[in-house]
Nanobody, 121 residues
Framework: QVQLVESGGGLVQAGGSLRLSCSAS????????WGWYRQAPGKQRDLVAA???????NYADSVKGRFTISRDNAKNTVYLQMNSLKPEDTAVYYC???????????????WGQGTQVTVSS
């Protein structure tokens, strides 16, 4: 069984910073890629940032230059450093991981439970 646990959300003023973390635990052989998604009330869940096993990254246009995704393979953890936060960044943030848990099965997508980020104006 694999679990993803997120932390680091909260309330911050516009222009401030937050750092989200997401750690994977359980029967893990390797993690191919990580992603951070967000979902605001009444909207669909959108990709914010992603990082591959080769440390290639991509970002939504709305966060380029402000957010940075990174990973620590030894800790099975991904981070999202969020700077210059704006009220429109307010959402529930979810981490996602493509995890190999068996030598006999394909990788599987896992999701965290979500962490609320609220940016006040």
């Amino acid at each position: 069984q694999v679990q993803l646990v997120e932390s680091g959300g909260g309330l911050v003023q516009a222009g401030g910073s937050l750092r989200l973390s997401c750690s994977a635990s359980g029967s893990i052989i390797s993690i191919n890629a990580w992603g951070w998604y967000r979902q605001a009330p009444g909207k669909q869940r959108d990709l914010v940032a992603a990082i591959t096993s080769g440390d290639r990254t991509n970002y939504a246009d709305s966060v380029k230059g402000r957010f940075t995704i990174s990973r620590d393979n030894a800790k099975n953890t991904v981070y999202l450093q969020m700077n210059s936060l704006k009220p429109e960044d307010t959402a529930v943030y979810y981490c996602n991981a493509d995890i190999v848990y068996s030598d006999y099965d394909p990788a599987y997508d896992y999701w965290g439970q979500g962490t609320q980020v609220t940016v006040s104006s």
